[in-house]
C-alpha cells in the first residue's frame, strides 16, 4: 500500500539547540510520507538560515518566507497550517521545534483515528528535563479524560505537537481562518480544538505518549508543572485572560457551528454558554458553577474553575 502523505507545520524560533533533534525524529518518521513546512518567526540565533540550507538539501522540506504582523507562536502555527498543501486522504500535523517523537507516532496516530472513525487526534505526552549534570527526569502528562460536551470552550486536548487532522478538518480550519482570522487567540491548540469541535468534527485522545516533550527555560507553555506554573495560572484567571479566552473560543466555535450547518439545541448551549461567562453578577457565576460539569475532562479541574467562578475570582 502507498504510505499515507502527512504534511507538517512547524514553527520556529530561536530554536537552534534543538531543530536538529527533532527534524531528524520527523523526517524519519516510519510508515508515512512526510512534507515539513517551516514558518522562522524572526529567529536571530541561526535556526532560520539551518532552515533554509535543509531546504536546500531536502525536497521534502520548504522553508515560508517571512510573514507579516506580530511575532507569536499562534500566529506563527498557524500561518504554517494554512500553507500546507493536503489533498483529499492525505494528513496535516502540527510539530514543535524543540521535541522528540517517536518513530512511528504519525502512522500509530492515524490508525487510532481512522479506526474510530475520527477527523483529528491528539495523545499524552511524556515531558522530559535534562539536568545541568546530563539526568534525564520524566513525566507521564495525561490529557486522556474522557471529552466532556463542552471541554472545547475551556481546554485544548493536549500539546499541539500530538494532533494530526484529516483532508476534512484541516479543510475546515483553513477556510475557518480564510474567512474570521485568529485575531485574540493566544494559543493555538485550544483554538483548533475549539474550531473543530464546533464544526462537529469528531475527536479522539490516543493514551500513548507518541512525542517525548522537552522542558526547559524557554517553554511558551511547557507541562503545566510546579508551583511557578500554578501562580503564573492564578495570576492569567485573575487577570481575566482565561474569561476573555473563553468567550472567544465560545465565539469560535459558534462561527464554526453555523457554517457546518450544526443543530439548534448545540447552537442554543453556546448562546447560553456565552450569556453566562458574559455575566459578571452572582447570577452568571452561579449558572456557570451549575454547568460545571461540562466544562473540563477531570473532575477536580471542572470543581476548581467552577469554584473559583463563584468566587469571582474570574
Not at 500500500?1 to 514553527?11: C, E, G, Q, R, W
Request: proline share 4%.
Amino acid at each position: 500500500m502507498t504510505p499515507p502523505i502527512v504534511h507538517v507545520a512547524m514553527a520556529t524560533y530561536n530554536g537552534q539547540p534543538w531543530i536538529g533533534r527533532q527534524v531528524a525524529t520527523v523526517l524519519d518518521q516510519d510508515g508515512v510520507e512526510v512534507r515539513l513546512v517551516i514558518s522562522d518567526d524572526g529567529s536571530t540565533d541561526g535556526t532560520r538560515d539551518w532552515t533554509r540550507a535543509l531546504a536546500q538539501r531536502d525536497p521534502r522540506v520548504v522553508v515560508l518566507p517571512e510573514r507579516d504582523g506580530e511575532a507569536g507562536v499562534a500566529a506563527n502555527f498557524l500561518h504554517a497550517l494554512t500553507h500546507l498543501d493536503v489533498r483529499p486522504g492525505e494528513y496535516a500535523a502540527f510539530c514543535d521545534q524543540d521535541d522528540l517523537w517517536q518513530p512511528h507516532k504519525l502512522i500509530e496516530q492515524i490508525h487510532f483515528m481512522d479506526e474510530a472513525g475520527a477527523h483529528a487526534v491528539s495523545s499524552n505526552v511524556t515531558a522530559f528535563t535534562v539536568g545541568a549534570d546530563g539526568e534525564v527526569s520524566r513525566t507521564l502528562i495525561r490529557k486522556d479524560q474522557p471529552q466532556v460536551e463542552w471541554d472545547f470552550l475551556f481546554e485544548a486536548p493536549g500539546a499541539g505537537s500530538t494532533y494530526v487532522f484529516d483532508y476534512e478538518a484541516w479543510k475546515i480550519l483553513v477556510d475557518y481562518l480564510d474567512a474570521w482570522g485568529a485575531e485574540g487567540v493566544a494559543v493555538h491548540d485550544w483554538f483548533v480544538y475549539a474550531v473543530l469541535r464546533g464544526a462537529g468534527m469528531s475527536w479522539v485522545i490516543d493514551p500513548r505518549p507518541h512525542v517525548a516533550y522537552r522542558q526547559h527555560e524557554r517553554n511558551v507553555a511547557g507541562a503545566h508543572k510546579g508551583l511557578q506554573a500554578t501562580v503564573n495560572r492564578w495570576q492569567l484567571l485573575r487577570s481575566g485572560h482565561y474569561r476573555g479566552q473563553f468567550l472567544l473560543m465560545t465565539e469560535v466555535a459558534n462561527r464554526a457551528a453555523h457554517a457546518a450547518g450544526r443543530d439548534d439545541r448545540f447552537l442554543r448551549g453556546l448562546a447560553e454558554w456565552k450569556e453566562w461567562l458574559s455575566d459578571t453578577s452572582w447570577r452568571g457565576r452561579v449558572a456557570v458553577l451549575c454547568h460545571a460539569r461540562g466544562m473540563r475532562r477531570r473532575p477536580i479541574e471542572q470543581v476548581k474553575l467552577a469554584a473559583s467562578c463563584l468566587l469571582g475570582v474570574w
